[in-house]
């Protein structure tokens, strides 16, 4: 009985030591490509993030959006930002490393801004994907939804962040963002 213990507990260290590896990895991005309005989508399976649109609730002023994993410390809550300089998001969320650098260049912002919707996670293995987003009275609503892993995930706090690329000529001064994440209103954060 002592050794099938020992021999359980040692299975079970090794599989939390390979989630707490894996999760630990700097991941690629979810990256959608650049939204087709006139064409309808069917939403797929959330397993096949990297094909999975739901394309009807997404104003043509939304040009793409992306999802990924920040590595790094977990200082702080749900916040957003708007990147109207490339140099300032390319300092803060380093494009090349994570394979948007076609997508997220200087020369993208000429007609894009970029808004940055930062969450905390409580385990790792989460994932995100924008299922309607808008742009109304000045400001950009966006809904979220955040599916949790299947099976064991590293129990830490992990930093994610939802990337929306809005048409530079639909931003305004004074710029809203209003997220709704699984449904729970989250405000409009923290905006810096």
Not at 34 to 56: E, G, S, V, W
Not at 63 to 78: E, K, Q, R, T
Request: net charge negative.
């Amino acid at each position: 009985m002592k050794r099938l213990t020992a021999i359980l507990l040692l299975v079970l260290t090794a599989g939390m030591l390979v989630g707490c590896a894996a999760s630990a990895k700097d991941e690629p991005a979810v990256t959608k490509p650049p939204f087709d309005h006139d064409k309808t989508y069917t939403p797929r399976d959330p397993a096949t993030l990297q094909d999975h649109r739901i394309d009807a609730n997404i104003a043509k002023e939304i040009l793409y959006w992306d999802s990924f994993h920040l590595n790094g410390d977990v200082d702080s809550g749900f916040f957003t930002r708007v990147f109207t300089d490339y140099e300032d998001f390319e300092k803060e969320l380093a494009p090349e490393s994570r394979g948007l650098s076609e997508r997220y260049s200087r020369e993208s912002f000429d007609n894009t801004v970029v808004v940055a919707v930062y969450l905390v996670a409580n385990s790792g293995g989460w994932s995100y994907e924008v299922t309607a987003a808008s742009i109304r009275d000045g400001a950009l609503s966006v809904n979220i939804k955040g599916t949790a892993p299947n099976g064991m995930a590293t129990q830490a706090l992990e930093r994610h962040v939802v990337l929306v690329a809005v048409d530079r000529a639909s931003y305004t001064e004074g710029f809203g963002v209003n997220v709704t994440l699984n449904g729970k209103v989250m405000g409009s954060g923290k905006i810096i």
